[in-house]
Nanobody, 120 residues
Framework: QVQLVESGGGLVQPGGSLRLSCAAS????????MGWYRQAPDNERELVAT???????NYADSVKGRFTISRDNPKNTVYLQMNSLKPEDTAVYYC??????????????WGRGTQVTVSS
């Protein structure tokens, strides 16, 4: 079993900052990729940012220059530093990971989500 546990969401004013964390635990052989997605009410879940095992980064155009994804490999943890937050960033943020549980078996995992609300 593998679990992803997010933390760090909350209420922040426009222009403010938040830092999300996601820790993976359980039967982990190797983590291929970790990332963040978000889903606002009445919208589909969308990619925010990903970071692969080699450190390669991918960001949604809407967050480039404002959000930074990073990863602590020994801790199996991924972070999302969110600066210059806008009301349109309001959503439930989900951690996502592709993890090998054995040398030849991998699966996709999701966290339960953490609410981020940007409002004055």
């Amino acid at each position: 079993q593998v679990q992803l546990v997010e933390s760090g969401g909350g209420l922040v004013q426009p222009g403010g900052s938040l830092r999300l964390s996601c820790a993976a635990s359980g039967n982990i052989f190797r983590i291929i990729m970790m990332g963040w997605y978000r889903q606002a009410p009445d919208n589909e879940r969308e990619l925010v940012a990903t970071i692969n095992q080699g450190g390669g980064l991918n960001y949604a155009d809407s967050v480039k220059g404002r959000f930074t994804i990073s990863r602590d490999n020994p801790k199996n943890t991924v972070y999302l530093q969110m600066n210059s937050l806008k009301p349109e960033d309001t959503a439930v943020y989900y951690c996502n990971a592709y993890i090998y549980t054995q040398y030849n078996e991998w699966n996709e995992y999701w966290g339960r989500g953490t609410q981020v609300t940007v409002s004055s």
